[in-house]
């Protein structure tokens, strides 16, 4: 009998199990994710301990932890020269500062959200580890944003600090007094702040030293900040599931001020001027300088007579020169030597003085191997011209010359406000404008058109064909051969090209009302990507753009102090700031055949509330939370 009921008993258990297996939705799942953040249950040093002296801090938490991102995240102030180190053993944090301690001073180790448990990922929150040397803690904090001056984007990881000393040499020469780094939504809180009076910055810290350096980013603000707290309250909402309200509680805290500090960042250009290098090419020879110029360098020749030997091509800025060789001979000599006197600026004083270099310009390949490849391509050129005999083609019976190309920006369809531009590979010494011929079609037939071609003052190769051009026409160009001659002899071959001007009604307009624009406002008009589509000064207090292709357009706004119709950033030694820049907040949805007028307070928003949030490229990466997952889980199981 006893048998019996052993042999029923393991039949029942094997069929549970085969069940089990069967149904492995029904079985157990682990239970819920772990949503406790670890909790400390020591700390050496003591929290807030005074009186310290002890560069070796222990922090001991109930369940085994790690520190993410100590680069980014972890922040010690006062900033630390030497770099301490970070231990990590089971449930222990070890932090050895390096530097010697200073006398009568609160410091703090911010972590952030670095610390989490090695289960579920869960973040202690930001804790602020913090004791003081003195007899007394300093607990006044300073809180705010950093913002790129150029786009209003916020600025992640840069350090934020703060100068007792209130000379503008001490950001250059001395250490931040307190630090802190931004999150990536470009905001700070710097803590352990002493009363008194102090100066702010921000720097993105290349070289480690905490002190400005030519080259890193920077913000800087001439305000006085002057810490100060006062009792506060604020009210917290307590959720009982997604859409009904649980508690709202009244909390009491301290409220730290300022906690609003805009500081808008830029990196500087670099005005140290010196050679970069030259580069020559049979026809030309290219100098480089490392940062831009008013006055033109002064070229003479050592080997060769310079008088009107140039053509001469220059950048904006004068830190890019190209010289146009006029002489055959010239361009055909391999060594070219030349004294080059320029203005330079001295490294470490800034100040400028002239300075002559002698420099050797050589082409890569020499006029004999040039003359070698010549004679290759004519050789070919003559068995291909036996062949074409031979199959009785003699319609090519002279070497080809080499045209003169021009590139030619118009396309099949344009717009009513759109020109004709051209590019030319090299100066031109002459331009027949009566070799061009502009045509607009009226019915049938094709009438002549005025038109005026116009050199660009900034660019030498570059030319514009201006007209008024009538929406929903045809127009034909037509160049004669031999219109444009270059430096170099080459004239151009016939060219013709035939093209509609679009008409209106296939385009929108966006018209802005600007009242309180600075004076010197340009409007840029920004795609989706940011990119600059069309710009125009603010006039009388508005700005308007026609033919605008139907799409969704940004606006954004800058004061074009210097008028060269360009953002341009500060300079720290010169107490400059970079120019003010605004943006509109929301999009513009163009349509064809519509009109849209706006008028825009450009100062009605906060700088850090202003830039569309379909814009900002820096975006904090949004952790899933044990709480999320448990609740997926949920809803798994529900389901």
């Known amino acids: 009998m006893l048998k019996l009921i052993s042999k029923i008993l393991t039949f029942l258990t094997v069929a549970l199990l085969i069940v089990a297996c069967a149904n492995p939705g029904s079985g157990p799942d682990g239970g819920p994710f772990d949503e406790t953040p670890p909790r400390i249950v020591h700390m050496s040093p003591a929290l807030g301990g005074t009186n310290e002296h002890t560069k070796k801090i222990s922090i001991v938490f109930d369940e085994l932890i790690k520190v993410e991102n100590v680069q980014e995240k972890v922040i010690i102030s006062p900033p630390q020269v030497q770099t301490p180190e970070f231990k990590v053993a089971g449930k222990r944090i070890t932090v050895q500062l390096a530097d010697s301690l200073k006398e009568n001073t609160t410091y703090t180790v911010d972590f952030s959200d670095a610390i989490v448990d090695t289960n579920e990922g869960n973040a202690l929150g930001n804790f602020t580890y913090y004791f003081s040397t003195g007899a007394q803690l300093d607990t006044m904090q300073v809180a705010g944003s950093v913002l790129s001056a150029e786009n209003l984007e916020p600025v992640k990881g840069i350090l934020v600090g703060l100068h007792s000393n209130l000379a503008d040499s001490a950001f250059t020469t001395l250490p931040f007094d307190r630090v802190a780094r931004t999150d990536g939504n470009g905001h700070f809180s710097i803590k352990g702040v002493a009363p008194g009076k102090y100066r702010i910055y921000a720097l993105k810290d290349m070289d480690g030293d905490f002190k400005y350096a030519r080259g890193e980013m920077l913000a800087f603000s001439r305000e006085d900040i002057v810490p100060s707290a006062f009792p506060d309250v604020r009210r917290d909402t307590l959720w009982a599931d997604t859409v009904r309200i649980d508690t709202i509680k009244t909390v009491r805290f ?30 030309k020879f290219s100098i480089y300088f490392t940062a831009p110029s008013k006055h033109i360098p002064e070229v003479r020749g050592l080997n060769f007579d310079a008088t009107n030997a140039f053509i ?12 146009w060789l ?93 020109n004709v531009h051209f590019t030319l590979p090299e100066p031109a010494v002459r331009i027949d404008t009566t070799a061009f011929h502009l045509y607009l079609k009226v019915d049938s037939t094709y009438q002549q058109a005025r038109f005026k071609l116009m050199g660009d003052s900034l660019h030498l190769l570059n030319y514009t064909l201006k007209a008024e051009w009538r929406p929903g026409q045809e127009y034909v160009l037509n160049i ?11 004239v151009n071959k016939t060219f013709d090209l035939k093209f509609r001007i679009n008409t209106a009604e296939a385009y929108g307009s966006l018209f802005l009302v600007v009242p309180d624009a600075p004076p010197m406002a340009v409007v840029q008009l920004l795609n989706t990507s940011e990119k600059l589509v069309k710009q125009a000064k603010v006039e009388n207090g508005r700005v308007d753009f026609f033919y605008l292709t139907p799409n969704d357009y940004y606006v954004r706004l800058f004061v074009d102090r210097n008028e060269n119709g360009k ?20 999009k513009f949805s163009v349509r064809a055949n519509w009109d849209i007028e706006q008028t825009w307070q450009v100062k009605a928003l906060p700088l850090n509330e202003q830039k569309p949030r379909e814009l900002i490229k820096q975006k904090e990466q949004e952790k899933k939370t044990p709480k999320s997952r448990n609740a997926e889980r949920l809803r798994n199981k529900q389901g």
């Open 254 to 283: 301290t409220h730290y001020m300022p906690d609003d500090v805009l500081l808008l960042a830029f990196s500087e250009k670099n005005n140290t001027r010196q050679y970069l290098k030259s580069k020559r090419e049979p026809e």
């Open 312 to 323: 001469v091509e220059r950048s904006a800025g004068n830190d890019t020169l190209t010289y």
């Open 326 to 418: 006029r002489d055959t001979a010239l361009v055909n000599q391999d060594t070219l030597a030349i004294a080059c006197t320029y203005e330079a600026t001295n490294d470490s004083t800034l100040q400028s003085y002239m300075q002559t270099d002698t420099l050797e310009l050589v082409p890569q390949f020499s006029y004999a191997k040039r003359q070698k490849f010549a004679a290759e391509d004519l050789a070919k050129w003559r068995k291909g011209l036996e062949k074409r005999h031979k199959n009785g083609d003699f319609s090519q019976e002279t070497p080809p010359v080499k045209p003169l190309a021009m590139k030619c920006s118009a396309r099949m369809d344009m717009k009513p406000d759109q």
């Open 480 to 490: 004669d051969s031999a219109a444009v001659q270059g430096i170099s002899g080459k």
């Open 567 to 586: 953002w341009d950033e500060g300079c720290y030694a010169d107490d400059r700031q970079a120019e003010e820049v605004y943006y509109y907040p929301q």
